[in-house]
């Protein structure tokens, strides 16, 4: 699960990945690569500094199909928090 920071958000990334991760937990979530469909405005926190939340390299022998509805329990989520700069890419 990638998860984007607002630009200007502040907050540590391991206490968003922890927010995001109980926000999944005890849901019933088609988890297909794309954006994930989960209502921000039911925490706060998250609503304040996440601008976007996508699944990313689903394991197709456990996805099997687009359709697909697995629990928390079901899947071993890997979640990435990053930031994106606002200036863009810069050399080195």
């Not at 391991?14 to 405005?41: A, H, T």
């Not at 039911?42 to 976007?52: C, G, I, M, T």
């Not at 329990?73 to 863009?88: C, F, R, S």
Request: aromatic content about 6%; charged content about 25%.
């Amino acid at each position: 699960v990638e998860v984007c920071l607002n630009p200007h958000s502040t907050a540590a990334h391991e206490e968003v990945q922890r927010c995001v991760e109980s926000l999944l937990k005890d849901r019933s979530i088609k988890y297909r690569d794309g954006p994930l469909e989960v209502d921000l405005n039911e925490d706060p926190f998250l609503q304040a500094n996440v601008a976007s939340i996508s699944v990313a390299n689903t394991d197709e022998n456990m996805v099997c199909g687009v359709s697909s509805v697995l629990m928390f329990w079901q899947i071993q989520l890997n979640i990435l928090v990053y930031q994106l700069n606002e200036e863009g890419a810069a050399e080195e």
